[in-house]
């Protein structure tokens, strides 16, 4: 059973829209990420929180902005969409430590 | 250079054949290792992860690292069409700014066929 959830799982969109994707963890983990997955490539890391407040970009150039006022809840949003956003978006959580990442489902998202 | 390499396949084996599964590291920093399982139209699941050089046992899953290579394998005994998926390897480090964050490699996509 996923412990984090996100929507929408399909996204088409035209271009210059403004999006949000969700991500919601119900297990307390103070560490969240967004990973961008591309088939074939590895995942690149967009964004990343240790906490609430707490926001970093990642190792990936994104368009894209997050916030964290609730432990819980990471949302992605591109305040104008373009092609060269199409691409699978996945989030993820882990606890302190040396521990393994939940991630969720992920939102494919296509761009027109 | 990339942190990780992995060949991406696509590997195909028949039902009951073992596959081995690798990757490469360059950072001798990291100090654990992880394998994850990832199906179609889904997210990456935790399948295995080892902190030191050696092997790890998990019923049908066998996880190697070899620190002095920097090589790191995931072994499959008896594979079934259930364990088609695309397979990543990540590693973590305890220090410095990567305090936390995994490392993936590209996948490689494993197909068992009956």
């Known amino acids: 059973e996923a412990d984090i959830y996100q929507t929408p799982r399909y996204l088409v969109i035209g271009t210059g829209k403004k999006i949000t994707l969700e991500c919601s963890q119900t297990m307390g983990h103070d560490k969240m990420y967004w990973y961008q997955q591309d088939p074939g490539m590895e995942l690149h890391l967009i964004h990343y929180?240790?906490?609430?407040?707490?926001?970093e970009k990642g190792d990936l150039s994104s368009e894209s902005t997050v916030s964290r006022i609730r432990t819980e809840h990471f949302p992605l949003t591109l305040e104008s969409a373009r092609p060269s956003h199409t691409s699978q978006y996945l989030c993820?959580?882990?606890?302190?430590?040396?521990?393994?990442?939940?991630f969720g489902s992920g939102t494919r998202l296509t761009v027109v | 250079q990339k942190e990780v390499e992995q060949d991406p396949g696509p590997l195909s084996v028949p039902e009951g054949a073992i596959v081995s599964l690798n990757c490469t590291y360059s950072?001798?920093?990291?100090?654990?290792f992880m394998w994850y399982r990832q199906y179609s139209r889904k997210g990456p699941e935790l399948l295995m992860y080892?902190?030191?050089?050696g092997n790890k046992e998990d019923g049908r899953f066998t996880a190697q690292v070899d620190k002095s290579s920097k090589y790191i394998s995931l072994f499959i005994r008896d594979s079934q069409p259930s364990d088609s998926a695309t397979y990543l390897c990540?590693?973590?480090?305890?220090?410095?700014?990567?305090?936390?964050?995994?490392?993936f490699g590209r996948g490689t996509q494993l197909t068992v066929w009956p």
């Open positions: 993820a959580s882990s606890p302190p430590g040396r521990r393994g990442y939940t």
């Open positions: 990540a590693r973590g480090a305890d220090r410095g700014s990567t305090l936390g964050r995994l490392y």
């Open positions: 929180s240790y906490g609430v407040n707490s926001t």
């Open positions: 080892t902190y030191s050089s």
């Open positions: 950072n001798s920093a990291f100090q654990y």
